[in-house]
């Protein structure tokens, strides 16, 4: 430890490598949604995140373990294709939360190029959400899982070394030299169930717009009618008391002129 008096002991998170509070306060000064991307060697787990006074607040978030729960996933869950779909499936929840745009935030990891978190930025872009980002970092080969296929082709299935390498593969039944194959059909499945499960933006004002014209009819035709209806009884109603105020008010002029005539 230092021994000079202008030493100062770095915070916490900082002194844990956790939080590089100078990128922080870049991040939190440009107003913007932030791609929080946290991944280890068994799960990736990606959030977009806005800062507010009280604390973070995720809008949208997804883990790979939801790839094997819901969409079928029979791969590894800490693996590059792994992570591209899980950063798609985010995406797909930041667009249906009206996100458009977000900022990367990596955190205190090295930005290797062809990296995991690479291949989560690339699903999120793939789904929609602009994140600002270099072309040059990301490596479209590796997120499919294309370089898994050729590395355990090169091994030979029957080697020992592809089955310590690939034990969880095919214990999950697939097999490695397939994992592209099961990659897109995750992604068909994502797209298809997670689209198919909410109508998607341009839909609802369409069903909004449609149900008032189909009842427009229905609701003014009473309103139209009702006066109609109405407006005879009222003219019937009024005939009769002029008729029943006629003759009250005549018959007591001809009794009059008649005792007159009498006296007379």
């Known amino acids: 430890m230092a021994k000079s008096s202008n030493y100062r002991v770095q915070l916490r998170r900082r002194r844990e490598g956790k939080t590089d509070y100078q990128a922080r306060k870049a991040l939190v000064i440009s107003r913007k949604p932030r791609l929080v991307t946290r991944a280890s060697l068994k799960n990736v787990t990606v959030q977009i995140v806005v800062a507010k006074p009280h604390g973070d607040e995720v809008l949208a978030a ?10 079928g996933w029979k791969a590894p869950t800490g ?3 792994a992570g591209y779909l899980t950063g798609y499936l985010v ?8 996100i458009q745009e977000a900022i990367y ?4 990891v090295a930005p290797t190029k062809g990296a995991k978190i690479f ?7 793939d789904a929609g959400v602009e994140v600002p980002h270099s072309e040059e970092k990301i490596v479209k080969e590796r997120t499919k899982g294309d370089h898994i296929a050729k590395y355990a082709k090169s091994l030979g299935s029957g080697s ?3 089955t310590a390498k690939f034990s969880q593969y095919t214990a999950q039944g697939v097999t490695p030299e397939k994992v592209p194959e099961h990659f897109n059909k995750v992604k068909a499945e994502i797209t298809a169930k997670f689209k198919g499960g909410k109508p998607t933006p341009e839909a609802e004002p369409v069903l909004k717009a449609a149900a008032p014209k189909g009842e427009a009819p229905m609701a003014q035709t009473p309103k139209e009618t009702a006066p109609k209806e109405k407006a005879p009884k009222e003219k019937v109603a009024k005939e009769k008391a002029t008729k029943e105020k006629a003759p009250k008010e005549k018959t007591p002029k001809a009794k009059a002129t008649k005792k007159g005539e009498k006296k007379a």
């Open 119 to 125: 291949a989560v930025l690339n699903g999120v872009v």
């Open 62 to 71: 997804a883990n790979s373990r939801e790839l094997v729960k819901n969409y």
């Open 160 to 162: 020992e070394e592809y």
């Open 91 to 98: 995406g797909l929840k930041a667009q249906a939360a009206g």
């Open 79 to 81: 693996n590059i294709p």
């Open 105 to 108: 935030d990596i955190g205190l």
